[in-house]
């Protein structure tokens, strides 16, 4: 991840990061480091049941805050599995499947609304997250969407192709909104059975 030019990447993203995961464990989601090297060439974090697992080995800060942020909104999305919901976890294990464009929009919605739930949760925590940080979330949301699909459709992944697709993604107009909905508690929710990643 050191190949990543210009993310944030001092102590003031390892507070964010910090901060981050003291309120999902507040709303009762563990978050544990992994200090392995995973088998995935690129692999940032996951999640199972109610607890989100990182690889701070191989994922610079600024990677684990989105990831916690982007893996809460997931975990959020499983709790109402709408039909495309479904369909997008269903589509992202595709690997080497050709996408429709309706399928990749399928995803992007499904991508994009996780993102959002995850930018509720940092506006929270951080009611006035720096500039800087904004636009790297969604930078880093756009480039690893794009990854995404290639790694779909391909099976190529690895830190140096999402090098390129986060060197190729522009500064954003406007920044992700968060979420409108409130944030959801889940210490008193069984957790979903489903598995996600993020590569």
């Known amino acids: 991840m050191e190949k990543l030019y210009l993310l944030p990447d001092d102590d003031k993203v390892?507070?964010?990061l910090t901060l981050l995961r003291e309120r999902v464990e507040e709303l009762g989601i563990e978050v544990e480091d992994d200090f392995s090297t995973p088998d995935h060439a690129r692999f940032i974090g996951i999640f199972e049941d109610n607890e989100?697992?990182?690889y701070p080995k191989v994922a610079l800060p600024f990677a684990c805050w989105f990831t916690v942020a982007h893996l809460y909104g997931h975990m959020t999305q499983l709790l109402n599995k709408t039909p495309r919901v479904e369909r997008s976890n269903y589509l992202v294990l595709q690997l080497g499947k050709t996408l429709?464009?309706?399928d990749v929009q399928i995803i992007y919605d499904h991508e994009r609304e996780a993102?959002?739930?995850?930018r509720k949760l940092i506006s929270e925590v951080e009611?006035?997250?720096s500039t800087q940080m904004d636009s790297a979330y969604c930078r880093f949301f756009h480039a690893d969407f794009h990854y995404l699909?290639?790694?779909?459709e391909t099976a190529n992944s690895g830190e140096d192709l999402f090098a390129l697709y986060w060197k190729r993604e522009p500064v954003p107009r406007?920044?992700?909104?968060?979420?409108?909905?409130?944030?959801?508690d889940f210490r008193n929710i069984a957790p979903s059975t489903d598995?996600?990643?993020?590569?």
């Open 14 to 16: 390892i507070r964010s």
């Open 52 to 54: 989100i697992t990182l």
């Open 100 to 102: 429709s464009p309706e």
């Open 115 to 118: 993102a959002e739930i995850g």
């Open 127 to 129: 009611p006035e997250v």
């Open 149 to 152: 699909i290639n790694v779909i």
């Open 174 to 184: 406007s920044f992700i909104e968060p979420d409108s909905r409130p944030l959801v």
């Open 195 to 199: 598995k996600i990643i993020v590569v």
